[in-house]
């Protein structure tokens, strides 16, 4: 068990606030996403003093999105992308091996063959040369093993293995990517960060031509900020350019584009591995994913709301229709439990499509005091964090220490290994199935008897949330020290309630709304408003799932506008 839990409690909240407001900071973060957590960890592990500020919740955006995965991406050596590769791989097998073994596991994927000669060669050659870069970062798993038609159909009972001549097997990783950003701003909290959601910018203070600082407002309490710093770090992925609108007419251009997945049921596909194929715009991934898979992804250029990008009826048919071209029996709309839609940050360029945009990303200077970190992919962020970090103070020519983030494990890393051998002894001693000791360590890490000890110290806290397998106590953890100010929180990012049943979580919510409620001091209005909020925010979601478009898709997500913002994009 931890000795003692980081938090992101409500008495941290408060203090943060009081310490932000009026006070200097060695830098200023905008932004909650990974990038944003990962540079406030880097720079903390630096001794500097850092506030970040996120509107929303941490990870609320495209970090909660994602295809749950640190992969390598095998499809850029396609485009000779060498040096993004090289650098996935390595980050993948340092996050998954040392950082955060918890958080990070070994997905086994099939790449399936059409073709009985070039391709098995073309592809293998790929996949090998993938292998090599992988162990060249210190990869420990299987190398790449070639199937038959009759290996296929074994380890992929569900496929259409008369479409294909044989497959081939590689690894990956696997991640839940809101509860690995929520691990990351912890340990950044840890450190002495200053880490503050449901906040605002709203302009930069300015000492001459320099930005020395930002001006925020507070969403819960209406408190205006004023937060000063020697550097300010915009990584706001999506909306870049709406902050650098604050400085003039320098920006960086970063386009979004559109991915989408949907959620099925485990028992609707028959298989042991996950699998990736290309299609004409984008690539389908089918995920193994705890009790579920999540399949996707869509790429296409979005130009509406950046707050909640939202699935259409033609996405969902899209990805449904890549799908049932390898499965069978096909799925149908009655098999999705699930739908998420997030918007990548690309930095853009001469490109006719999206999917040809850059994924590395970019990092510039656009005013005095003030820098931008753009594009990138999730598995890099602990680069793209050092590099910010680097530059943000090379900008004003401040000499700092060297990153050390790549010896630092996160929340939950460093008893994990002991506590997972000792499973079965947990068990026994907290009176609890090993399954469930064996889930909450792939959740909490070593923080998982924490867990424990809260469902033993309330009946209430051992009980499960309604239509799902998460207890009680994993709500009250997540407004203890986690952050989770809102029902939406842990429906959506701390649990996965919300596309892991029919309800969406509704049937769950009043139970969890109880439990919040205690922690936070919400009275009986408060709660009856949050009720309200999520329902709304389901009925929209569902509703803009049944729109034939973009438009009015989106016109529909807005219906329900985040319970933060309220009116405001």
């Not at 300015?206 to 000063?228: C, H, I, N, P, Q």
């Not at 008893?415 to 947990?426: C, F, L, N, S, V």
């Not at 000791?437 to 009980?463: H, K, M, N, Q, W």
Request: glycine share 8%.
């Amino acid at each position: 068990m931890s000795t003692s839990t980081p938090s992101l409690s409500p008495e941290y909240r408060s203090e943060t606030i009081d310490a932000m407001d009026g006070g200097t900071f060695d830098v200023v973060i905008v932004g909650g996403g990974i990038t944003g957590v990962g540079c406030a960890l880097d720079a903390a592990s630096r001794g500097l003093s850092v506030a970040l500020i996120e509107q929303r919740d941490i990870s609320s955006g495209t970090s909660s999105r994602s295809s749950k995965l640190f992969h390598g991406g095998l499809r850029y050596l396609e485009q000779f992308d060498f040096k993004l590769v090289n650098e996935a791989l390595h980050e993948r097998e340092l996050i998954r091996q040392r950082l955060a073994p918890h958080l990070v596991w070994p997905v086994p994927f099939i790449y399936p063959l059409r073709h009985r000669l070039w391709e098995r060669f073309y592809v293998g050659a790929g996949i090998t040369l993938y292998d090599a870069m992988a162990k060249i970062g210190g990869n420990t798993l299987p190398r790449q093993w070639h199937l038959t038609k009759t290996d296929l159909k074994e380890v992929f009972p569900s496929v259409k293995a008369d479409d294909f001549v044989g497959g081939i097997r590689y690894y990956d990783a696997g991640c839940d990517d809101a509860r690995y950003t929520v691990a990351v701003a912890r340990t950044a909290a840890a450190r002495g960060a200053r880490i503050l959601t449901s906040a605002r910018v709203s302009g930069f203070i300015w000492d001459g031509d320099r930005v020395a600082g930002v001006k925020a407002t507070d969403l819960e309490s209406g408190r205006e900020l004023e937060v000063k710093a020697d550097v300010v770090v915009n990584s706001t992925g999506v909306w870049t350019d709406r902050v650098e609108a604050n400085v003039g007419d320098r920006h960086t251009d970063v386009t979004a584009s559109k991915g989408i997945h949907i959620v099925v049921p485990k028992d609707r596909i028959k298989s042991r591995v996950g699998f990736i194929t290309r299609t004409k715009s984008s690539v389908l991934f089918l995920i193994p994913h705890e009790d579920f898979w999540h399949i996707g992804t869509t790429d296409t250029p979005w130009e509406l709301g950046l707050a909640h990008p939202a699935a259409s009826r033609t996405d969902i048919d899209y990805v449904l229709e890549q799908a049932n071209q390898v499965i069978d029996p096909p799925l149908t709309h009655d098999d999705v439990v699930g739908v998420y839609a997030g918007l990548r940050p690309l930095v853009s360029g001469d490109a006719e499509s999206t999917a040809k945009l850059s994924r590395e990303h970019s990092i510039t200077n656009p005013a005095p005091g003030l820098v931008t970190i753009a594009g990138g992919k999730y598995t890099t962020y602990r680069v793209m964090a050092e590099d910010t970090i680097d530059r943000a103070f090379e900008s004003i020519g401040v000499e700092v220490a060297p990153s050390t983030t790549e010896e630092i494990t996160l929340i939950g890393a460093d008893g994990y290994e002991a506590m997972r051998a000792r499973a079965d002894d947990i068990a026994a001693e907290y009176g609890v199935e090993p399954a469930e000791v064996r889930r909450l360590l792939r959740r909490y890490g070593d923080e998982a008897t924490e867990i424990l000890d809260l469902a033993a110290s309330d009946p209430v806290l051992a009980e499960r949330i309604p239509s799902g397998k998460y207890l009680g106590a994993e709500v009250a953890f997540a407004v203890q020290h986690e952050g989770a100010l809102h029902l939406d929180d842990v429906l959506t990012r701390r649990t996965r309630l919300s596309v892991e049943c029919e309800d969406r979580g509704v049937k769950g919510a009043p139970f969890v709304a109880s439990i919040m409620a205690e922690a936070l001091g919400w009275d009986a209005a408060t709660v009856a408003r949050e009720l309200e909020h999520y329902e709304a925010r389901v009925e929209a979601e569902l509703e803009s799932q049944r729109m034939p478009d973009d438009h009015t898709a989106d016109a529909a997500r807005m219906g329900a506008p985040d319970i933060r913002t309220m009116g405001a994009e």
